[in-house]
């Protein structure tokens, strides 16, 4: 009986792999963006074109997920403060769910499977039709021309889209309880006044700066390192979106528990 070799590459030696090339990716990325800023050559065209795309292909689809979200919350909210007697504090909830957890990783979920799906089917083209290569034999920085200016356009279109989908889930929720659960509108907006901060809002809008940059990086990591022709791409576009996924709840956890570390909560002054 004839047995086939063993592979050369183990899952878990391909996942390391895999790590540190994004790893060594992301400084050069990190680089490239201090000498643009330095030499004053980022190409802003660029930068706007990627933006306006991205808002194009993300901005209805947040919306449409965030309304139902505001009101399934303002419906369970409704429920259960109704058993517990809390009608008063369903603005709290809404802060905290809609604006420190939902706002941020609607924009991560868009901007890495529609958004990052789009910049990596887009670079792993260029990549097979190798002309990366040839920009970089006529001395220009892949990583400059094609990497930077989409990280800076996602980490645009994130934080605007947080803004976007926090007002349209806090006025979804506000309807939905005031008009149709007939809750006081007054206690909706003092409960969300009284438990909601500041330091909510930016930690909301620092979460979504940090997955735009994640779901960037991965897209085009992936886009860059796509072989074996058409289907290469399908399976880069693949793994880009899984793992700025779970790059993204990984980043979220963390953030949340720094968060949670450094600000102490309502009333633990």
């Not at 790590?19 to 963006?33: D, E, I, K, P, W």
């Not at 040839?134 to 990280?151: D, S, T, Y």
């Not at 330091?199 to 809008?205: L, P, R, S």
């Amino acid at each position: 009986m004839a047995f086939s070799p063993p592979p050369t590459r183990t899952a878990v030696g391909d996942a390391f792999a895999q790590a540190g090339m994004l790893l060594s990716f992301t400084a050069s990325t990190v680089a490239a963006l201090g000498r643009t800023v330095v030499r004053r050559r980022l190409a802003w065209r660029d930068v706007l074109e990627q933006a306006w795309f991205l808002a194009s292909v993300t901005t209805l689809p947040s919306l449409l997920v965030t309304v139902p979200l505001g009101v399934v919350v303002a419906l369970n909210v409704g429920s259960m403060a109704g058993q517990l007697g809390a009608e008063g504090y369903g603005g709290a909830v809404v802060a905290f769910v809609i604006v420190a957890q939902a706002s941020p990783l609607i924009c991560a979920l868009m901007i890495s499977g529609v958004g990052g799906s789009a910049v990596c089917a887009d670079l792993g083209a260029r990549t097979i039709r190798e002309e990366v290569d040839a920009m970089e034999v006529m001395g220009i920085p892949a990583i400059e021309r094609f990497v930077v200016p989409r990280v800076i356009a996602a980490v645009l279109v994130t934080t605007l889209l947080a803004c976007l989908v926090m007002a349209v889930g806090i006025g979804a929720s506000y309807g939905f309880q005031t008009l149709v659960l007939g809750d006081s509108p007054g206690g909706f907006l003092g409960s969300l006044t009284e438990f909601s901060r500041v330091e909510d809002f930016v930690i909301a809008e620092i979460k979504a700066a940090a997955f735009g940059v994640i779901a960037a990086l991965v897209a085009c990591f992936k886009g860059l390192t796509a072989k074996g022709g058409p289907s290469g791409v399908g399976d880069a576009v693949n793994e880009a979106v899984v793992l700025a996924f779970i790059l993204v709840f990984v980043a979220n956890t963390v953030l949340t528990e720094l968060y949670a570390a450094i600000v102490p909560a309502r009333g633990a002054y």
